[in-house]
């Protein structure tokens, strides 16, 4: 995955190279991308102050976690991916509940 000064996020296909999904739905670019440990879902960090969360098989939105003040450069899952921490130039560090979105 690859997150863009577009706005959008691309899926990659590794073995081909070749983009299999582009997600819309920032309204700024795209500074951090991770996926979740089981591959199910990934987040986007972006310089509209938003964190949002992917269904990577989808391609859907599911959630947008809102809380920082400025843009956020750093999304990161814990190893069970139950928690998402985020680093925002606000200079905060935030950990969200997945399930939840609250942080």
């Known amino acids: 995955a690859s997150g863009s000064d577009d ?3 691309k ?3 590794v073995a081909t190279g070749k983009i299999s999904q582009t997600l819309t739905g ?3 670019g795209v500074y951090s991308v991770a996926f979740s440990t ?5 987040a986007s960090g972006s ?3 938003t964190i949002k969360l992917w269904d990577v098989a ?3 939105h599911s959630q947008t976690l809102t809380g920082h003040s400025q843009s956020v450069y750093s999304v990161a899952f814990s190893p ?3 928690t998402l921490a985020s680093g925002s130039d606000d200079k905060t560090i935030k950990l969200w ?3 939840t979105g609250k942080h």
Do not use: R
């Open 7 to 9: 706005k959008t996020i």
């Open 11 to 13: 899926l990659w296909d």
């Open 26 to 28: 920032h309204s700024s």
């Open 38 to 42: 089981d591959g199910k879902t990934l």
């Open 47 to 49: 310089g509209d102050k």
């Open 58 to 60: 989808t391609g859907k």
């Open 80 to 82: 069970d991916g139950k």
């Open 97 to 99: 509940d997945v399930a």
